[in-house]
């Protein structure tokens, strides 16, 4: 029997550019560590989150080569805040901001005290491979809050 059967698919991407598939067996915004079980080898992982760019919690781990995902809001009925996001290394998303705002306003981006590791952003492609993603602050250069 699969013990990963009730577990999420989760694709971790690192902020080297190393990228793991598995199954989430632990993790929480409020911790600093997640634990992977890896797709294939079944091996565990223990992961520092400050190590990560993002976990993307996916559908299925070869995804759709063909979909070309929607990067607009268009007629997508809103989940949240709208979003546009810059990371470090220049990669660029937009999504729905799952839940509060997890930064104090002002000219830079402040992490609240009891700020979480980072947040959750929902695709604005309904059809998109991934569920949610998990956003780690640390990787992230600035936050566009979109009207």
């Avoid at 079980?37 to 091996?43: A, I, L």
């Avoid at 063909?66 to 937009?94: L, N």
């Amino acid at each position: 029997m699969d013990e990963n059967k009730e577990l999420l698919k989760v694709v971790f991407r690192f902020i080297n550019g190393e990228i793991k598939k598995g199954y989430l067996k632990e993790f929480s915004p409020f911790l600093k560590q997640a634990v992977l079980s890896e797709d294939g080898t079944g091996g565990i992982m223990n992961v520092n989150i400050d190590e990560l760019k993002a976990i993307f919690f996916v559908k299925s781990f070869e995804g759709d080569k063909e979909h070309r995902e929607k990067k607009t809001y268009g007629a997508t009925s809103p989940k949240g805040h709208r979003v546009f996001i810059r990371f470090k290394d220049g990669e660029q998303m937009v999504g729905f901001l799952e839940g509060d705002v997890p930064w104090d306003h002002g000219f830079f981006l402040k992490k609240k005290a009891d700020a979480a590791t980072g947040f959750f952003l929902l695709p604005v492609d309904m059809f998109s491979n991934n569920t949610k993603v998990f956003i780690v602050s640390s990787s992230v250069n600035d936050v566009t809050v979109v009207p």
